[in-house]
């Protein structure tokens, strides 16, 4: 009696092991890195050229916001620079004069100077135009000081001529990755502000699948490790990809809730990433197996 029993007992066992055997070493879900595009000026969207499901290549410019009272303030600018410039000219024209007037005095007081030694010049000359010459020479400081302030206006004004041309070229939307568009927040003619969501993109040739792994298991595993990846076929079968592990967390955490049973979900688990190159049947948020 006895000996029926163990006999029938085992090939429960071995079917057992046998299903431990082609069970996944973990579970989780696909993930992929989204970028929410948002605006980065004011104003009305002239166009926007994008649909969801659009494949985008980075740097592609695909729409704009407009740019009339930026324009407007970049001319006004530059008419602000030409005026300070023409400001520059005459004091450069006042300095010359001044250089000249100084040659002349110079050329006086050195024959003055002469008479003195002759004399047939008074001292009171000599100094009348050592004294002219001194004042001739604060004068010329004066206007150069001037000179200099003028020309930090001028670059006070080319600074704010680059801010308008640098917010001229944030009113392009510049597409910042490869990838798809997932979703479209806003539509020509809408109305943009700064930090606004314009639409969402996210890379979905390559995805990663985050799965949770016990203590046990992570002397198991290692960064470029090479491991497959399954996801569901049909109902009966998997559809296999190669994965390699690009992240592993160094902090264990509890299971998340959407992982496994309740049991499992009071163990800490350690967060690992594997990177995929997706064929388009992975889908954001599929669930996913994987073999170490």
Known sequence: MNTKI???????????CSNNNNKSDAYGNFEAKEVIVSAEVQGKIITFDIEEGDLLSQGRQIGLIDTTQLSIQREQLFAQKQAVRSKLISVDAQINVQNEQVSVLTIERNRIKRLFKGKAATKQQVDDINGKLSVLQKQIEATKSQ??????????????????ADQINRALIVNPINGT??????????????????????????????????????????????????????????????????????????TPKIIQTKEERVNMVYAVKIRVENDGNIKIGMPGEVKF
């Open 6 to 16: 163990l006999l029938l007992a085992l090939p429960v066992v071995l079917f057992s």
């Open 147 to 164: 000179r200099s302030s003028i020309e930090k206006e001028v670059d006070v004004v080319v600074k704010k001529i680059d801010q308008v």
């Open 181 to 254: 568009v997932l979703e479209k927040y806003l539509d020509a003619n809408e109305i943009a502000f700064p930090g606004k969501a314009l639409y969402k993109i996210a890379r979905l040739d390559q995805v990663d699948l985050r799965v949770y792994i016990s203590g046990a298991q992570l002397s198991g595993v290692k960064l470029g490790q090479q491991v497959k990846v399954l996801i569901d076929n049909d109902a009966k079968t998997y559809k296999e990809y190669a994965g390699k592990i690009i992240w592993i967390s160094n902090q264990a955490e509890f």
